[in-house]
């Protein structure tokens, strides 16, 4: 709806213009594109290095009494897998978080075609996740020629604390009212 509004004001207020205006739209989304894809080209291959060197057992050793705690899982490649998935969200590089979210998703997955207590807090985790370095951000500020394009990092690391510790907080209390109510319906 948006883009066609646009074209349409576009073609009564200066026809003449379209055309180039969408060329030169694409044009630049093309460009921010590779810059983007050059950034996660970076992030991916480090985390493949950190997953064939066998850091990522350590990172899942070392966030293992993290993440059994919060998301309620036994199961250590499940574990490890979800401490790839949370440290490429903690760099700032979501897309390429991605991949492991989705083998922790199919996982964790129980076969009975609903959402699991992990599940959503996987979900909840990789919506708020903490940035320590939001590298997509800063490559966008500056690719957009931001003078200071690092300068978001104490604020989104602020924001980003507060909604995924509130994220937490809310998805076990919401489990525990839920637990709660299929008691009382037990009884």
């Known amino acids: 709806m948006m883009m066609l509004s646009s074209i349409l004001v576009l073609l009564i207020t200066n026809p003449s213009a379209m055309l180039s205006e969408m060329i030169g739209a694409s044009t630049s989304a093309l460009e921010l594109c590779f810059e983007l894809v050059a950034v996660y080209v970076v992030w991916l291959g480090f985390i493949e290095l950190i997953d064939a060197s066998g850091l990522s057992d350590k990172l899942a050793k070392l966030l293992r009494p993290l993440i059994k705690k919060i998301f309620k899982v036994d199961n250590e490649e499940i574990q490890k897998i979800i401490a790839l998935n949370v ?101």
């Open 87 to 187: 440290s490429a969200n903690m760099l700032g590089v979501g897309n390429a978080a991605t991949p492991m979210g989705i083998r922790a998703m199919q996982a964790l997955d129980d076969g009975s075609g609903k959402a699991n207590f992990a599940m959503i807090m996987l979900v909840v985790i990789n919506a708020t996740s903490i940035q320590l370095l939001p590298t997509t951000v800063i490559g966008l500020r500056s690719s957009a020629g931001s003078e200071n394009p690092a300068d978001i990092i104490l604020p989104t690391l602020i924001v980003t604390i507060t909604t995924t510790v509130l994220g937490i907080l809310l998805v076990h209390g919401v489990e525990k009212l839920r637990n709660k109510m299929k008691g009382r319906k037990k009884k």
